[in-house]
């Protein structure tokens, strides 16, 4: 009985080893997508300078900017106003509060009309950035994780200090993960002669086609325009391959043990039962009956395995702050947070059941074949 009992928990320990590890991974891919997708709207675009994978490699002229904010299709405020952001985007040098290194974060310059462009963007403590001054308002997020952007502390930027004014949320977006600032004044303290994007709200989404038509053709502009949903998954792409790489991998390999175990318990436990296999087939039960049986405890011992698995990843891992290097931040840290969701706890079912099925199937194979009478005389 104890080594049958061992042997059910090695199957158990087993799956919920494989689906902790798993789920835990493809918490990452899940986190960081809901982070750099959270706030993404059907009605807002970016324009890039052509052939830029980025808006901080992008590069847009003044002339270029004014011809964008005249384009049709952008909403207008109530004075007119083309509701668009001509923008910036760099990088800082700041300190993580874990060890001390150095991280880069993300500085955005952006213009007067942001506020109505991204209603998302909320002050939560102190006040905005004023034009002209070396000041700066820090996202959530990059708060708690980075040392020194605390309001009232000075960073380094170029051309001498500026000051953390302000602090902002985001709805857990990327943003949150960095710092914004008055647009030009950024541009004149780093000397530059241009802006790095336009970030600009459409009338409606179906106004997308003759906004981008107008501006990709116009000879005096060399320009890529794309949704802002399809903006971030083109610059989040690498990393999601990236992550579920590494998630499907060391979960293929830590399935392919637990499948492994779970053959080695479902021969165990036919041997061992062989009497009662036996009788049962003496009683008038099927073989097909018997090998049901034998699957659907290797099924159930696999999904409470998986069962265990979700618990101990949502236990320890779920809403886990971690940071990496994004592209579509120019190489600057985001900031995100572990998501296990029912997508992920659904995969694990399929996992655990896959494992079960394929575990108990030719151990069950066997029991619907052995021998009636040698199976009881060996008894």
Do not use: C
């Amino acid at each position: 009985m104890r080594q049958r009992l061992g042997s059910i928990l090695a199957v158990i320990i087993g799956m919920t080893g494989v689906v902790a590890v798993l789920i835990s991974v493809l918490a990452l891919s899940a986190g960081f997508t809901r982070t750099v997708a959270g706030t993404v709207r059907d009605d807002r675009l970016v324009v890039l300078s052509s052939g830029s994978d980025s808006q901080a490699s992008s590069n847009l002229s003044r002339e270029a900017v004014n011809t964008i904010f005249d384009s049709p299709g952008i909403r207008r405020d109530s004075s007119g106003h083309p509701i668009a952001s001509a923008e910036k985007v760099l990088t800082a040098v700041v300190a993580s509060r874990s060890d001390g290194k150095d991280a880069y974060i993300a500085v955005r310059g952006v213009g007067p009309r942001s506020s109505a462009l991204r209603p998302e963007i909320k002050l939560v403590a102190g006040r905005w950035f004023r034009p002209a001054v070396h000041e700066v308002a820090v996202g959530l997020t990059a708060q708690k994780r980075f040392a020194g952007l605390a309001i009232g502390n000075r960073i380094v930027l170029r051309d001498g200090e500026w000051t953390v004014v302000g602090t902002f949320e985001s709805e857990g977006s990327s943003d949150e993960s960095g710092l914004l600032a008055d647009a030009e004044t950024l541009i004149a303290a780093y000397q530059s002669n241009g802006f790095s994007t336009v970030v600009a709200q459409l009338k409606s989404p179906d106004e997308f086609r003759h906004f981008k038509d107008a501006l990709t053709s116009n000879p005096m502009l060399e320009v890529d325009v794309l949704r802002e949903a399809d903006y971030v998954a083109v610059t989040s792409r690498s990393m999601h391959r990236l992550l579920n790489l590494i998630a499907y991998f060391i979960g293929t390999i830590m399935a392919i043990g637990a499948l492994v175990g779970a053959l080695n318990t479902m021969y165990s436990a036919v041997i061992d039962r062989s009497t009662e296999i036996a009788t049962l087939r003496a009683l008038g039960f099927l073989p097909g009956a018997v090998a049901t049986a034998v699957v659907l405890e290797a099924l159930l011992l696999a999904l409470l395995g998986a069962g265990a698995g979700v618990m101990l990843a949502y236990s320890l891992f779920d809403g886990s702050s971690v940071n990496t290097i994004s592209s579509a931040m120019g190489g600057s840290q985001v900031v995100y947070q572990l998501a296990i969701t029912g997508d992920l706890v659904a995969i694990s079912v399929v996992v655990a059941s896959v494992v079960g099925l394929a575990g108990g199937l030719l151990p069950a194979v066997r029991a619907a074949r052995m021998p009636i009478v040698s199976a009881l005389r060996a008894d």
